[in-house]
């Protein structure tokens, strides 16, 4: 695996939304239908990008942001999501949004 040739898409999360991701008890990332979350995911044709990993960092991203990396395995439309992690952290929306799929957990730090 060479990450510097990789396509990675860097995403920020709170906190609580990381602590689950980072364990891997979190795999689906869930994020709103809006241009902004678009534009990562398609290019200005309408083609899907091709992205292979998701740098997710808690918080904003500066130097010592914790971080990790995992396998992108693809996005699809959701609704109705209701989800109760171990931590107590809730995922709960009835609207559509962006479900981001990911594998193995590469790096953290």
Excluded at 26 to 47: A, F, M
Excluded at 77 to 106: C, P, R
Aim: charged share 30%.
């Amino acid at each position: 695996m060479d990450l510097s040739t990789s396509k990675i898409l860097p995403l920020s999360l709170i906190k609580e939304a990381f602590d689950v991701m980072i364990t891997g008890e979190k795999q689906v990332e869930y994020r709103d239908i809006k241009p902004w979350v678009n534009s990562r995911l398609y290019n200005k044709d309408g083609t899907l990008k091709s992205i292979d990993y998701i740098l997710f960092f808690n918080g904003r991203c500066v130097k010592d942001s914790p971080y990790f990396i995992c396998e992108y395995k693809g996005a699809t439309k959701v609704k109705n999501v209701h989800k109760k992690y171990s931590t107590g952290f809730e995922v709960k929306f009835d609207d559509e949004k962006w479900a981001l799929q990911l594998g193995k957990i590469i790096e953290r730090g």
